[in-house]
């Protein structure tokens, strides 16, 4: 049967399909005849050839599991790869898409910068309060709060606010927030007040070399009146290149005229060590050192306060030695881990494990103390904390505490902040700040008192959740005591501070303290052996009264308009209306209270009085150590150190030098000293 080339033919194969089908009979007798003309070859049908065919049929097995092998192991690296790469591609496909279309379509015109960081921190604050996205200026804030350092005239300066950060007598804050940051610059105000920028702080070797002081009100910087600028644009125009130079004009209570003072800026340092002085009696030989921060340079200003207590006392004191030194870590945030490992190897013994972080991206490391502690083992120790030492300083705390190196004292416990945060520069000067670690304590505890959990779409934000004490396991310092994760560093002797009266929070919040001060400053001049008088204090009540009754600030009571307000509504919704008016009745009722509460703690507001005028005058080293005169707790902390038995006996110590000394030391994770050169300098008062 013949088809034409046209025609597919029986199998649709297509045109001349069957006639390559009828030519390959022939093909195939032709090459049967030369392989078999080959095959018959010597060579083939020799001992050797088979030889090698008889390998190859043993090698096919080891050879086909080779292949198998490289085909699983490439499949292993690249398909979770591929897998990882297609998880991150359609969250991030989806954020480009609808910021895109948001952009181009939506009612109304939008800026995509601020969509997108309200969408990665509304992202972020899911998971902990510490993992943030860092802004241009907040990535630069940072940096700064890290070194301590910047280019400006060393100027604190507050605007108007309502906000305020003193609350009731007896209440607490929120345990699921954050702890403080430190911050040069802006600080809150305390009250509502027209419009203006107020010094609130002049660093010494700065700005108060200058010639400014503590309530100057700034006119003009750089000829632009700052009347319609923010706290934040003030700021800017005083900082700068270091070496150039600045013109300030202030008004001050007192001075008839406008001042003007041109200031160089300089690279301004944050100090973290505040103070170093002794407390105490001069024959007592007790050091104090007053620490608020942990950047890079705190272990060299530590190191430099400790040797200067040291020299000092082995020149003046009886003993020729430093008996004991205070470290005080209230109201202390943290900072970086490297330096905390700094401050804590000049207080432990050498070879003692400091600290240790892990976490699941973290690679796990202990950071332990390489030399001898700058402090004598001879030289007791006592380190002061509150619900306010945090992070860093619960990392020098924790290690005091496990080494039994010294004694913690305090009203409880700390913060209980026990994770680490790593800084990631990411492109256009931003930055992230996220939790990547755990820390542990020598003992092997974390002090961490809140577990965090991924919150949701209906939560929005992370769930957090105390430690509960159930939960809180047991450890054992170097000498046995026993200690507990999971709720902060708790303190070894309980010493409650004075608490604030409701008067002086009220007194506090107004702003009534800072306008008397300035006005009292533009009438007198201060004299040595300054007190605030009866009539001083007669003269302030009044003010006060006027300013209440006009309006000009809230209602003492006001501190508790809150849960007045909040009763009145429940009261009004249930109809009982005569109890709502016994309400008044009580507000009045308190408020003449209150009134009685300016004889019962006239020291204290006193005391208030005078803190806001002297700061016109003195520097914030005086006024700091004018105030541990009367603070509760660096006198328990003194006579705690000079009762040796009780000392010991809280230290679980038997005898002098017990216990072993290098019980933690083991693995070989170390960090590099500090050096003793360009030490900063330090103002030290006997």
């Known amino acids: 049967m013949l088809y034409r080339d046209d025609d597919p033919g029986p199998g649709g194969g297509g045109s001349g399909g069957d006639n390559e089908k009828s030519k390959s009979p022939i093909i195939r007798q032709k090459l049967d005849k030369v392989i078999t003309k080959v095959t018959s070859a010597p060579f083939f049908q020799s001992e050797a050839f088979i030889k090698i065919v008889a390998f190859l049929e043993k090698?096919?097995?080891?050879?086909?599991?080779?292949?198998?092998?490289?085909?699983?192991?490439?499949?292993?690296?690249?398909?979770?790869?591929?897998?990882?790469?297609?998880?991150?591609?359609?969250?991030?496909?989806?954020?480009?898409?609808?910021?895109?279309?948001?952009?181009?379509?939506?009612?109304?015109p939008v800026d995509t910068k601020k969509l997108f960081e309200t969408g990665v921190s509304a992202m972020l604050s899911s998971l902990d309060p510490y993992t943030e996205f860092e802004t241009r200026n907040e990535a630069a804030d940072m940096r700064e709060s890290v070194s301590g350092r910047y280019g400006?005239?060393?100027?604190?300066?507050?605007?108007?606010?309502?906000?305020?950060?003193?609350?009731?007598?007896?209440?607490?804050?929120?345990?699921?927030?954050s702890p403080p940051e430190p911050s040069e610059s802006p600080s809150p105000s305390k009250r509502k007040q027209k419009k203006e920028i107020r010094v609130v702080n002049a660093f010494e070797g700065y700005a108060y070399d200058a010639g400014m002081r503590v309530g100057d009100k700034i006119l003009s910087v750089n000829s632009k009146p700052v009347s319609d600028l923010t706290v934040e644009q003030v700021r800017n125009e005083l900082r700068g290149e270091p070496g150039s130079s600045v013109e300030v004009?202030?008004?001050?209570?007192?001075?008839?005229?406008?001042?003007?003072?041109?200031?160089?800026?300089?690279?301004?340092?944050?100090?973290?060590?505040?103070?170093?002085?002794?407390?105490?009696?001069?024959?007592?030989?007790?050091?104090?050192?007053?620490?608020?921060?942990?950047?890079?340079?705190?272990?060299n200003e530590v190191r430099a306060s400790i040797t200067a207590l040291q020299k000092v006392a082995e020149k003046e004191s009886s003993t020729k030695k430093l008996e004991g030194l205070v470290l005080d870590l209230r109201g202390n945030p943290g900072g970086l881990l490297t330096s905390a490992v700094d401050v804590a190897s000049l207080l432990v013994p050498k070879n003692s494990d400091i600290v240790s972080a892990r976490g699941r991206g973290f690679p796990s490391v202990i950071y332990r103390s390489r030399a001898s502690p700058l402090l004598s083992p001879d030289t007791k120790l006592v380190v002061l904390v509150n619900s306010g030492t945090a992070s860093a300083a619960e990392i020098v705390s924790g290690a005091v505490q496990d080494l039994d190196?010294?004694?913690?004292?305090?009203?409880?416990?700390?913060?209980?902040?026990?994770?680490?945060?790593?800084?990631?520069?990411?492109?256009?000067?931003?930055?992230?700040?996220?939790?990547?670690?755990?820390?542990?304590?020598?003992?092997?505890?974390?002090?961490?008192?809140?577990?965090?959990?991924?919150?949701?779409?209906?939560?929005?934000?992370?769930?957090?959740?105390s430690v509960k004490a159930a939960d809180r396991k047991d450890f054992k310092t170097r000498a046995g005591r026993s200690i507990k994760d999971g709720g902060g560093i708790e303190v070894d002797l309980k010493v409650p501070p004075p608490k604030a009266s409701a008067l002086e929070v009220a007194v506090l919040r107004s702003g009534v303290l800072d306008e008397f001060a300035a006005q009292w400053c533009s009438k007198n001049e201060i004299k040595a052996g300054f007190k605030v008088t009866d009539d001083m204090y007669r003269q302030f009540q009044d003010m006060l009264a006027k300013k209440e009754a006009s309006g000009d600030i809230p209602a003492l009571t006001s501190l508790y308009s809150a849960p007045f307000d909040t009763l009145k509504k429940q009261l009004k919704e249930s109809g009982y209306e005569s109890s709502v008016s016994g309400l008044n009745n009580l507000k009045k009722s308190i408020r003449s209270e209150m009134s009685n509460d300016f004889n019962k703690f006239d020291k204290d507001i006193r005391e208030d009085i005078a803190n806001s005028i002297l700061a016109r005058y003195l520097p914030e080293s005086m006024i700091l150590e004018r105030s541990l005169k009367t603070d509760a707790q660096v006198n328990a902390a003194i006579k705690l150190l000079k009762t040796p038995d009780k000392f010991d006996t809280l230290l679980a110590r038997k005898g002098k030098g017990s216990g072993d000394m290098n019980k933690y030391a083991g693995l070989n994770q170390k960090r590099a000293g500090t050096d003793d050169d360009d030490l900063p300098a330090i103002n030290l008062n006997w």
């Open 152 to 177: 400006g005239v060393g100027l604190v300066i507050s605007g108007p606010t309502e906000a305020s950060n003193l609350a009731l007598p007896g209440s607490d804050s929120d345990p699921d927030s």
């Open 59 to 108: 090698l096919k097995v080891p050879l086909l599991s080779f292949t198998a092998g490289v085909i699983i192991t490439v499949s292993s690296l690249f398909i979770p790869a591929l897998s990882s790469e297609n998880k991150f591609t359609e969250p991030v496909t989806l954020f480009s898409t609808i910021l895109s279309d948001l952009d181009k379509t939506y009612v109304d």
């Open 249 to 299: 004009a202030f008004e001050r209570p007192g001075l008839p005229e406008v001042n003007k003072v041109t200031i160089e800026r300089q690279i301004v340092k944050l100090r973290d060590v505040k103070l170093t002085t002794f407390v105490g009696k001069a024959e007592d030989a007790i050091g104090y050192i007053q620490l608020q921060g942990f950047t890079q340079d705190a272990g």
């Open 405 to 465: 190196v010294g004694v913690i004292v305090g009203a409880d416990r700390t913060y209980g902040k026990g994770l680490v945060q790593n800084v990631e520069e990411l492109p256009f000067d931003t930055a992230l700040k996220f939790t990547v670690a755990k820390y542990f304590t020598p003992s092997g505890r974390c002090i961490q008192s809140t577990n965090y959990e991924e919150g949701d779409k209906a939560s929005k934000n992370f769930k957090a959740t």
